[in-house]
């Protein structure tokens, strides 16, 4: 049998429509702060969740902007990180790139043939050349769970002993041809994200880049740790084939998916003092997630956290997003409310946290449900193995 090496979280960045960097995004969660702006879709005003633009990006020529805008959100997200390792060791990580749109944005802006090849994994490499890590990433696209697949496969890597770094990237940039399609199957809120709410009515959509650096170097995620030391204990993920556009009503397979990433981590599910919902605001998948956390839990359900309310649903970056902004929240000692629950759905019989509370738990459940019926779990324990 394998023995598998515990796997680190030494660093972490994060760039959404809360902040350029994690402890700007937790700062306003933790203050409560869900301030959006919007976008046209479908002939109709929605709420968008959009990344502060850098001052510096020209507004003139949209396809220069697209790509300023870009490489900005991207050096932002790494910054802290990259100051923080020897250059030699940077250069040496093997990166890890999710993304469900990649550059799609850019070719609606660009209107014309550009330089920039039209293969998804050419985005990919162009961010390689922007961070001056020479590696050839390995890309994954799978609809809203693309982030946490890519981390799962780093941290296999990283287990069993095939490298010892590994830099998790995601992007999620605005572009019509996503919004469209979740437009034109009615899941888009016109209004605000209200997770597990009784009068919940679809997702914000918005946009963000994240990155985890994962290692099994306990020195290096000591050094690292601000100030606290995580670590990847589990991660699991499956493919939900009830339908092609939403989970199984039941929750099993999200369940089953759940369990699968206890047992690795060696858990009960007792043990688990907070979950990261994917609580999108969504009827049907609002409703299957619930169910699989009544099978998991039972009626002792640990503190329940939606955190789209403040960065919208940022798609193929999600998870990415979500983690990092959470672990910087943790480092405050506290989680953040969940926004727009004021009135739970009874028929679903949970009620996420409504208020910032302090909270230190060993070990954090996180869960991610994606279009097409992919289904990611994993587990955050603090400390070293």
């Given at each position: 049998?394998?023995?598998?090496k515990?796997?680190?979280?030494?660093?972490?960045?994060h760039?959404?429509?809360?902040?350029?960097?994690?402890?700007?995004?937790?700062?306003?969660m933790?203050?409560?702060?869900?301030?959006?702006?919007?976008?046209?879709?479908?002939?109709?005003?929605?709420?968008?969740y959009?990344?502060p633009?850098?001052?510096?990006?020209?507004?003139?020529d949209?396809?220069?902007?697209w790509?300023?805008?870009?490489?900005a959100?991207?050096?932002?997200?790494?910054?802290?990180?990259?100051?923080?390792?020897?250059?030699a060791?940077?250069?040496q990580?093997?990166?890890?790139?999710a993304?469900?749109?990649?550059?799609?944005?850019l070719?609606?802006?660009?209107?014309?043939?550009?330089?920039?090849?039209?293969?998804?994994?050419?985005?990919?490499?162009?961010?390689?050349?922007w961070?001056?890590?020479?590696?050839?990433?390995?890309?994954f696209?799978h609809a809203?769970?693309?982030s946490?697949?890519?981390c799962?496969?780093?941290?296999?890597?990283?287990?069993?002993?095939?490298?010892?770094?590994?830099?998790?990237?995601?992007?999620e940039?605005?572009n019509?041809l996503?919004?469209?399609?979740?437009y034109?199957?009615?899941?888009?809120?016109?209004?605000?994200?209200?997770?597990?709410?009784?009068?919940?009515?679809?997702?914000?959509l918005g946009?963000?880049?994240?990155a985890?650096?994962?290692?099994?170097?306990a020195?290096?995620?000591?050094?690292m740790?601000?100030?606290?030391?995580?670590?990847?204990?589990?991660?699991?993920?499956?493919?939900?084939?009830?339908?092609l556009?939403?989970?199984d009503p039941?929750?099993?397979?999200?369940?089953?998916?759940?369990?699968?990433?206890l047992?690795?981590?060696?858990?009960?599910?007792?043990?688990?003092g907070l979950?990261?919902l994917?609580?999108?605001?969504v009827?049907a998948?609002?409703?299957?997630?619930?169910?699989?956390l009544?099978h998991?839990?039972?009626?002792?359900k640990?503190?329940?956290?939606?955190?789209?309310?403040?960065?919208?649903?940022?798609?193929?970056?999600?998870?990415?997003?979500e983690?990092?902004?959470?672990?910087?929240?943790l480092?405050?000692?506290h989680i953040?409310?969940?926004?727009?629950?004021?009135?739970p759905?009874?028929?679903?019989?949970?009620?996420?946290?409504?208020?910032?509370?302090?909270?230190?738990?060993?070990?954090?459940?996180c869960?991610?449900?994606?279009f097409?019926g992919s289904?990611?779990?994993?587990?955050l324990s603090?400390?070293?193995?």
């Amino acid at each position: 049998m394998t023995v598998r090496k515990p796997v680190y979280v030494a660093g972490w960045g994060h760039c959404s429509a809360r902040g350029l960097n994690a402890a700007t995004a937790a700062t306003a969660m933790l203050a409560g702060q869900t301030g959006h702006d919007g976008r046209q879709t479908g002939g109709q005003r929605h709420p968008f969740y959009r990344m502060p633009l850098p001052q510096s990006v020209s507004q003139t020529d949209s396809q220069i902007s697209w790509l300023q805008r870009a490489e900005a959100a991207m050096q932002a997200c790494v910054a802290d990180m990259r100051q923080r390792l020897p250059n030699a060791l940077w250069q040496q990580l093997p990166v890890f790139f999710a993304s469900s749109s990649f550059q799609v944005g850019l070719f609606e802006a660009a209107q014309v043939q550009n330089d920039l090849p039209r293969g998804a994994g050419s985005f990919a490499l162009q961010c390689m050349q922007w961070l001056g890590l020479p590696a050839v990433p390995q890309c994954f696209s799978h609809a809203c769970t693309s982030s946490a697949v890519a981390c799962d496969a780093a941290a296999s890597w990283l287990a069993q002993g095939r490298v010892t770094h590994a830099l998790v990237i995601a992007t999620e940039y605005d572009n019509q041809l996503t919004a469209n399609g979740f437009y034109s199957l009615g899941l888009l809120s016109p209004d605000a994200c209200r997770p597990f709410a009784a009068d919940r009515n679809g997702f914000v959509l918005g946009e963000a880049v994240a990155a985890v650096l994962l290692t099994t170097d306990a020195c290096l995620a000591q050094a690292m740790a601000e100030p606290l030391c995580w670590r990847l204990s589990a991660s699991a993920s499956a493919t939900d084939t009830y339908a092609l556009t939403g989970p199984d009503p039941s929750g099993h397979p999200i369940a089953a998916v759940i369990q699968a990433a206890l047992q690795q981590a060696g858990l009960a599910a007792a043990d688990i003092g907070l979950v990261k919902l994917h609580a999108a605001g969504v009827g049907a998948t609002d409703t299957a997630e619930a169910h699989a956390l009544q099978h998991v839990f039972g009626a002792q359900k640990p503190s329940l956290l939606s955190l789209k309310p403040y960065l919208g649903h940022t798609l193929g970056a999600s998870t990415l997003a979500e983690v990092t902004a959470l672990l910087a929240c943790l480092n405050h000692g506290h989680i953040p409310a969940t926004p727009g629950c004021a009135v739970p759905d009874p028929e679903l019989g949970l009620v996420p946290v409504g208020s910032r509370q302090p909270l230190q738990p060993e070990h954090v459940l996180c869960i991610s449900v994606g279009f097409g019926g992919s289904v990611a779990a994993g587990v955050l324990s603090r400390g070293l193995a």
